[in-house]
């Protein structure tokens, strides 16, 4: 199966010529495939953010090139407006993008954008609106005066109402308090089962990732470190600790034991997991 | 030990609104680390908001250090006992010099030269920004903005220091630093009241208050209040994996305690268990 | 993009003029251009030409930094230097349809155009080696007296401090509303004038509800920490004193000035 993004070699610099300047991304090559569901983990400045943003064509690279389907997205007469129609991006903090008097427009911004018609907007916004979990009585309120998670799943929706092919969220649990954090969550999990569509989060939070996706990406210094399963990353999770990364606190723990001489793995991530590797050593006759 | 903010009763409703904080008590020993911990919209940064008369109760008395926060003559001082952090790093810092943002209070309480560069460079060093001191602000990172925020309130040596959401904004590394920041501050006893949604920070408080509806909900040692774990995830809330752990292996039949909180703590129950089971 | 923008220029740096109390830079720079004004022959000018380099010289900052400020003038004084060349009064060197070019006229705009760079090169002078917020400061004691008669120089001054610590803030906020913007499909940069205005409402919309939001929390901030609004029994963390270095730079000034009045007494050739 052909990869539905494509990066080859691709680098970008910050201010060139300037005393500023700054490598951010650095000859990155990958291969994200349909129906994905991967998460993007780093320390800030490890390049994350600038690499969503060559994804959809808001970033240009310095030099290398990104494919869409098979496509070079800065070749001549690629339309790079419908590359972010095609590979939706919703920014860290996106409830600060809203501006329209009432939810539906604001939702409507990007279909109205894409020249659908009215009806399709219309069928659009409902669709999304029920993606993000919010109630359609909300429709005609302002964005404004709704709370912080919910100012949150609106703008979410505005970006799912393109019906992106490719999904990237930026941080979207930022801020939320625990409950907040798994529903969004799961209401984009949701949503990538049933529109089969791909999806990028990135997040600080590894948790959060080992959670709902099935691929994890890690960038260190602008470049990409590992890129494989959930699994196989966390059973390299001495290196992630080393490498500064905010790794659960069961991981830590079972490094720890494995540090003090215990024959326990290490590739430990839930507290269910954990539960389980210690009935196991302990012979599971307890039970 | 005596208490230095009492809430008696308080209610607090925005002028029509539904109340927001509702007949709740509490008291604050001097020289404790309280954490007041509940989900958004629990009422938690409302009353954060009180304990330096930004807000003052519809009904019932917040005293802070004796003083009475509904009084407006005593603004000034509570003002300078209570000292505020606040969510949001960018805006809270004034200045464009490190060092002047710090000093700003200093400036506004009229204190002198020599004694404000003195006390600038000692509220720098307490929250390890000292290298900083000329640099511009707006070109830290979050985690060393906040921690400047919080220099510009030490500097006026309060007796207390609310933090309202202090690390919602900040990465692993930048909450990280801001929570060691306070701690050192509560050993060299400063009142500390942060208020938080992560339970891990929560964790390491010396006190837990857990705040629902406007209402307090539970309130004592974290080790206390996390062995609740049911009624927290009940109101949207987390216990530490540690404690979940616990949890599981109880249910497994496994005889764990269930009071774990730390990595540590969680360390030596697991190495306890597991080295017993070598043994026989 | 839009935060490669650098604003209030400064160089930092460690020279003779970068060390000068800013009430006396602001106060040379005021007399520099009365300097520049009395100056009217061409030994003058020769004078006030090496006056200025030995300055820049001072400053240890590259001459070039200093001429790309004028770069944005150079259509201003293109046109006004033609305008000089053309319409002024004497006896004609050449003369064609309305156009009389005189010597006076040519004198005139090369004095003017000496006079505009002079001008410009001084105010980057200080605000290339002045931090904008010592610079702020700066006026704000030197105004001091000001406020006696009701002037509102603390308030000023604090809008002015504000204001530079939130500029790169907004800036960088215009960004990622513009790019969030653009994520959606939005178009800033084709269509008619209409349709380009109206383009604009997905940026400014939100980021005055940032700005008030922000205003809000800092007015708020500031208040928590003992702010009242008044500049009464408030004391500064930097002070500043005026040094030997400081009298000598106004003592040298000022000689220039007197050099420069004496110097239009001597004529080169008439000039």
């Known amino acids: ?287 | 030990m005596s208490a230095i903010i009492t809430a008696e009763n308080i209610t607090f409703r925005y002028s029509e609104g539904k109340d927001i904080i509702k007949n709740l008590s509490l008291e604050i020993e001097e020289g404790d680390f309280v954490a007041i911990l509940g989900h958004n919209g629990s009422g938690k940064s409302t009353f954060a908001k009180h304990l330096n008369a930004i807000l003052t109760p519809s009904e019932g008395k917040v005293t802070v250090a004796g003083l009475d926060t509904s009084d407006d003559n005593n603004l000034a001082q509570i003002r300078r006992t209570v000292g505020m952090v606040f969510q949001n790093p960018d805006n809270q810092i004034i200045a464009t010099v490190v060092e002047e943002d710090v000093a700003f209070a200093l400036e506004n309480l009229g204190v002198e030269q020599n004694e404000m560069i003195r006390r600038v460079d000692e509220a720098l060093e307490t929250v390890g920004m000292l290298k900083f001191k000329k640099h511009s602000t707006t070109q830290l990172s979050g985690g060393q903005k906040q921690r400047i925020a919080i220099a510009g309130v030490i500097a006026m040596n309060p007796r207390i220091i609310v933090l309202d959401e202090p690390t919602a904004m900040l990465d692993p590394q930048g909450r990280e630093d801001v929570i060691k920041t306070v701690k050192k501050l509560n050993e060299q006893g400063v009142t500390v009241v942060l208020i938080t949604h992560y339970m891990d920070e929560a964790a390491q408080a010396k006190r837990v208050v857990v705040i629902d509806e406007g209402e307090i909900l539970i309130d004592g040692t974290p080790h206390y209040v996390f062995q609740n774990a049911g009624l927290l995830t009940s109101v949207g809330l987390d216990v530490p994996q540690s404690t979940s752990l616990m949890f599981l292996l109880r249910r497994y039949g496994v005889k764990v305690p269930l009071a774990v909180l730390t990595e540590d703590e969680c360390i030596s129950v697991l190495s306890d268990i597991l080295t017993r089971k070598n043994a026989t | ?271």
């Open chain 3, 1 to 271: 993009m839009i935060k490669d923008i650098t604003l209030g220029q400064f160089f930092p740096g460690n020279s003779v003029i970068h060390k000068l109390d800013p009430r006396v830079k602001i106060i040379l720079a005021a007399l520099y251009i009365a300097f520049l004004f009395v100056v009217q022959t061409a030994v003058g000018y020769a004078f006030a030409i090496a006056a200025t380099l030995v300055f820049v010289s001072l400053t240890k900052i590259p001459l070039k930094m200093y001429l790309r400020g004028l770069k944005p003038l150079l259509f201003i004084l293109i046109f006004t230097a033609l305008l000089n060349v053309f319409y002024s009064t004497g006896e004609p060197l050449v003369e064609f349809w309305i156009f009389k070019i005189t010597a006076d006229g040519i004198k005139n705009a090369i004095f003017m155009i000496l006079r505009i760079f002079m001008l410009v090169i001084a105010t980057s002078m200080l605000t290339y080696t002045t931090s904008p917020i010592v610079l702020t400061n700066g006026l704000e004691r030197l105004l001091s007296p000001l406020s006696k008669i009701k002037v509102p120089v603390h308030e000023f001054s604090m809008m002015m401090t504000i204001a530079l610590r939130f500029i790169p803030t907004l800036l960088e906020e215009t960004d990622k509303i513009m790019n969030a913007q653009k994520a959606r499909g939005a178009d800033f940069e084709t269509g008619g004038l209409i349709k380009r205005a109206k383009a604009l409402a997905p940026i400014l919309i939100p980021l005055f509800i940032s700005a008030f939001r922000r205003a809000d929390e800092l007015a708020t901030a500031m208040e928590c920490r003992c702010y009242t609004g008044s500049s009464e029994g408030r004391t500064h963390l930097v002070s500043y004193s005026m040094s030997g270095r400081d009298v000598i730079a106004l003592i040298v000034v000022i000689c220039m000035i007197a050099i420069a009045v004496l110097l239009n007494y001597v004529r080169f050739f008439g000039f």
């Open chain 1, 1 to 287: 199966m052909n990869p539905i993004l494509k990066a080859e070699n691709l680098s970008h610099v910050y201010g060139v010529g300037t005393p500023f300047e700054k490598v951010a991304i650095d000859n990155i090559n990958l291969e994200i495939h349909e129906n994905e569901f991967i998460g993007v983990i780093g320390r800030t400045g490890s390049g994350k953010s600038t690499l969503i943003q060559h994804l959809n064509g808001i970033l240009r690279p310095s030099s290398g090139t990104l494919y869409y389907d098979g496509e070079d997205c800065w070749a001549k007469g690629f339309s790079r407006n419908a590359l972010r129609f095609n590979v939706g991006l919703v920014f860290q903090y996106p409830e600060y993008q809203l501006f329209e008097e009432t939810v539906e427009k604001d939702i409507a911004f990007g279909p109205k954008n894409m020249g659908l018609t009215q009806n399709e907007i219309e069928k659009r916004v409902a669709e999304s609106l029920r993606f993000v979990g919010l109630d359609d009585s909300v429709r005609t309120a302002s964005p404004f005066e709704l709370s912080g998670g919910q100012k949150r799943r609106v703008a979410i929706a505005g970006i799912m109402a393109m019906d992106p092919k490719v999904l990237i969220l930026d941080e979207p649990t930022a801020g939320l308090d625990p409950r907040g954090r798994d529903e969004i969550l799961n209401k984009i999990a949701d949503y990538r089962v049933e529109k089969k569509s791909t999806v990028i989060l990135v997040s600080h939070n590894m948790e959060d990732i080992s959670r709902v996706c099935s691929k994890v990406l890690v960038m260190k210094d602008s470049r990409v470190e590992m890129f494989a399963p959930v699994n196989e990353v966390f059973e390299r999770s001495a290196e992630l600790c080393a490498m500064g990364l905010n790794v659960p606190q069961v991981t830590r723990i079972f490094l720890s034991l494995k540090e003090k001489g215990f024959d326990v793995p290490t590739s430990i991530y839930t507290p269910k997991q954990a539960c389980d590797a210690v009935m196991k050593l302990m012979g599971g006759g307890e039970r």
